[in-house]
């Protein structure tokens, strides 16, 4: 079946410098994603999103990348922070809302 | 403040107890949903509602029941929980298709 899903489970970086999250998607027919950030004991809160009509979309420190030719997602933090850490999730646009890949927990080191 | 509203936050219960999670959004939104995330899972979503009286199954349905009588609400009802919905749920709610989810806090379930 389709799915979404995430190359790395875990990504340590140092404080500084910048992180990139990676993503897998299947389902071809999908025209919007999401990425999420899950801070322990909360839900997730959006970041940015982006359209299947754009390659590329720019945040506050943040940028989402869209390679639909090899069906692939990515978020770059710039000048990762400690208010960074949390749990990542890419998440996909389908009949039944979103669909959610497994997450990848970003740590970052002082 | 535009937000979605669980309650409780965190529940034991015993096995074939009756329990309900509320749910409520004060957005306007006419797309609501749970969803249970567990470790090594993710996020998967148990129940869907399109709007008021239309609701469908997400990909764990079994074990729960949703009801949307009004637009804010969507509550999620275990008729008789097992511990294998010990888990942490998460309400979101979104004007539609192609738009982010709003998520509330969690409620985190524990059943004995």
């Known amino acids: 079946g389709e799915s979404v899903g995430l190359h790395l489970p875990t990504l340590s970086v140092q404080e500084g410098d910048n992180s990139i999250i990676n993503c897998a998607y299947s389902?071809?027919?999908?025209?919007?994603f999401i990425w999420y950030k899950q801070e322990s004991g909360k839900g997730p809160q959006f970041i940015i999103d982006?359209?299947?009509?754009?390659d590329k979309r720019q945040g506050q420190r943040v940028t989402v990348l869209l390679n639909k030719t090899v069906k692939h997602l990515s978020l770059q933090i710039a000048a990762t922070q400690p208010g960074d850490s949390a749990v990542y999730f890419c998440?996909?646009?389908?009949?039944?809302?979103?669909?959610f890949g497994k997450g990848t927990k970003l740590s970052v080191i002082p | 403040e535009a937000q979605v509203t669980q309650n409780p936050r965190y529940l034991i219960t015993v096995t074939g107890k009756k329990l309900t999670v509320t749910c409520s959004q004060n957005?306007?939104?006419?797309?609501m949903s749970w969803y249970r995330q567990d470790p090594g899972l993710g996020l998967r979503q148990i129940y869907y509602s399109m709007n008021v009286e239309v609701t469908d199954k997400g990909d764990v349905p079994e074990g729960y029941k949703v009801s949307r009588k009004e637009k804010r609400n969507f509550p999620l009802i275990l008729e008789s929980p097992s511990p294998n919905q010990t888990s942490l749920y998460f309400c979101a709610s979104s004007s539609g298709g192609g738009t982010e989810a709003f998520f509330g806090q969690g409620t985190r379930l524990t059943v004995v």
């Open positions: 389902n071809s027919a999908s025209d919007y």
């Open positions: 957005m306007n939104h006419e797309y």
């Open positions: 982006i359209r299947s009509n754009m």
């Open positions: 998440a996909e646009n389908g009949v039944s809302q979103l669909t």
